[in-house]
């Protein structure tokens, strides 16, 4: 079953002008509970970003349920089977989320109010599915840029299983090995690609072998001519990479963090194109020929870029075709071959 996007929402009624202002212009949704804070909302932002929310029982686009014991819970399930529920809730809260989940078999239509990115950032990964999504004050504006972060990291990329149908040697060329702060996992890899709409999912060198030991902060991501997905949505060519650098680390599964570059080392090494379709998409990166180079088969399974053949199948990520400008997607024509 595909993966939820997580949501987040301002509450207004604790949140100075400037903050709601900036969380307008980056896209995020306003919600004011009192009738003060929905007239001054209604003056600072364009009314397209303000989520209605009455006062319960009354419904509106999301029925808010104050939790004050266990009694609530079942106005809460009998409010979520049928449509979005926001909860507030001053005491208890991470368990009658569990129960909650629990019983809808999801946590899809469950909205709650948090206090802290924390609490936040807790909420959203609650029994490992997590709740739709939270609504917080904020006092200062530049955390919402750590929102924007703990967004991307509760909201697992869609890869899917791309088939091979190409691989030729290129010749010489340099290449990176992009060599993190951060122990990365069995399954974890980073999404590089010589289209900015495609890319597909090395993993990293964690994996032993009899003539090499592993190295478990590196990915040997190739190219510099490849981008790499870094988080805020964007992407860096690899050329670029360097120590400080912060790109994406991605499970098999699709979950994200951000991870620092300690080192980006840059050599001449023999390299081979890889070439991959997934229904109407399509798109390559070029690595290095090495049995040290994984890609990952759809089980996650890592197999060697010196094995890969056409007719393979390996995870892949692909984004709406867009241009970029500076890593950042625009709307304008683009074609990359």
């Known amino acids: 079953m595909p993966a939820s996007s997580k949501e987040f929402f301002l509450l207004a009624d604790d949140s100075p002008d400037d903050v709601i202002r900036k969380a307008s212009e980056m896209g995020f949704k306003i919600v004011a509970l009192s009738s003060e804070a929905k007239e001054r909302v ?17 419904k509106g686009e999301i029925t808010l349920v104050r939790i004050k014991g266990p009694e609530d819970m079942s106005v809460v399930e009998e409010t979520a089977s049928t449509g979005k529920v926001l909860i507030d809730s001053k005491g208890w809260k991470i368990i009658p989320l569990e129960n909650l989940i629990a019983s809808l078999g999801g946590g899809d239509r469950i909205y709650a109010i948090a206090e802290t990115l924390d609490e936040a950032r807790s909420l959203l990964g609650v029994l490992e599915v997590g709740i739709k999504g939270v609504v917080m004050p904020l006092k200062d504006p530049s955390k919402l840029a750590d929102v924007r972060r703990m967004l991307e990291e509760a909201s697992p990329l869609q890869l899917v299983v791309a088939e091979v149908t190409e691989v030729r040697e290129v010749g ?6 992009v060599d993190t702060t951060s122990i990365l996992s069995k399954g974890e890899g980073m999404l590089v690609g010589g289209s900015a709409s495609f890319f597909l999912l090395v993993h990293s060198e964690n994996i032993e072998s009899p003539f090499t ?7 040997n991501a190739g190219a510099v001519s490849n981008y790499i997905l870094v988080p805020g949505g964007k992407t860096k060519y690899l050329s670029e990479v360097k120590s400080g650098t912060e790109v ?7 979950k994200r963090r951000a991870v620092s570059v300690g080192r980006a080392k840059v050599e001449r090494r023999p390299l081979v194109l890889v070439r991959a379709k997934s229904q109407d998409a ?10 040290t180079v994984p890609l990952m088969k759809p089980d996650g399974t890592p197999i060697p870029v010196s ?20 890593g950042m997607a625009v709307d304008e024509f683009i074609e990359e071959r």
């Open 172 to 177: 010489m060329g340099d290449r990176v090995c």
């Open 248 to 254: 994406l680390a991605v499970t098999k599964d699709g």
């Open 282 to 291: 399509e798109g390559w990166a070029v690595l290095q020929l090495a049995e």
């Open 42 to 58: 209604k003056n600072l932002v364009d009314p397209a970003h303000i989520v209605r929310v009455e006062e319960w029982p009354s």
């Open 213 to 219: 030991s592993p190295r478990e902060f590196r990915v």
């Open 307 to 326: 094995e890969v053949k056409p007719g393979d199948q390996i995870l892949a990520y692909v984004e709406e075709k867009k241009a970029r400008h500076f």
